[in-house]
């Protein structure tokens, strides 16, 4: 069901989701700018616009940082279609995990570019690296660490000490760039 409400004078809409398992509301603003609600089945309708209200803030910066996105995307691809864009991506993903597997010297099978809603990058069991199309919209940064993230994942299947240490075997800052991403909702897993 859609629904609407204002926050902080603009008008939000967001897809209600009632669902049996959830035990509490969870928030989802996804890259496309689609903003989804779960609640547990029996919530009242004044406790969902309480706890949107109380979350404006976050729900407002996620759907300012994808509508900036999208607004980007244009501008770069002009004429593309989204074989392009998934063309242009796969590049510079590619360049981006020769670079930094010249240290971690890591092998894998296969790059893939996805159109995914919520993750930017994962990894397989079967050493396969999966990433976004839309990283090629990310600052620089974001996205060198998107891609050190995922090629460490090949040697750590895991986010322990072992792992973050590789990781910053060669992005020292990393932790900074982690905290802008989950500042900003991006997903990595
Ligand atoms: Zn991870």
């Known amino acids: 069901m859609t629904k609407h409400i204002t926050l902080h004078n603009r008008q939000?809409?967001?897809?209600?989701?009632?669902?049996?398992?959830?035990?509490?509301?969870?928030l989802t603003v996804y890259c496309t700018g689609d903003f989804v609600v779960t609640v547990p089945h029996t919530l009242q309708n004044d406790?969902?616009?309480?706890?949107?209200?109380?979350k404006s803030r976050w729900v407002l910066e996620k759907m300012d940082f994808f509508?900036?996105?999208?607004?980007?995307?244009?501008?770069?691809?002009?004429?593309?279609?989204?074989?392009?864009m998934q063309q242009k991506a796969l590049e510079l993903v590619t360049k981006?995990?020769?670079?930094?597997?010249?240290?971690l010297k890591l092998k894998?099978?296969?790059i893939n570019i996805k159109d995914q809603k919520t993750c930017w990058g994962s990894c397989s069991k079967r050493k396969n690296l999966n990433f976004n199309w839309r990283v090629v919209l990310?600052?620089?940064?974001?996205?060198?660490?998107?891609?050190?993230?995922?090629?460490?994942?090949?040697?750590?299947?895991?986010?322990?000490?072992?792992?973050?240490?590789?990781?910053?075997?060669?992005?020292?800052?990393?932790?900074e760039l982690t905290?802008?991403?989950?500042?900003?909702?991006?997903m990595v897993s």
């Open 12 to 26: 939000v809409s967001y897809t209600l989701k009632r669902s049996q398992r959830a035990k509490r509301m969870r």
């Open 138 to 175: 990310l600052p620089d940064d974001l996205a060198n660490y998107i891609v050190v993230h995922e090629l460490c994942h090949l040697k750590e299947f895991n986010h322990s000490r072992r792992f973050w240490n590789l990781v910053a075997s060669v992005l020292p800052n990393h932790s």
């Open 96 to 103: 981006k995990v020769q670079r930094f597997n010249r240290k």
């Open 108 to 110: 894998f099978n296969a």
């Open 67 to 84: 509508d900036e996105l999208r607004n980007k995307q244009p501008k770069v691809f002009s004429d593309m279609n989204s074989e392009d």
């Open 47 to 54: 406790h969902i616009d309480r706890y949107l209200i109380q």
């Open 179 to 186: 905290k802008d991403l989950k500042a900003k909702g991006l």
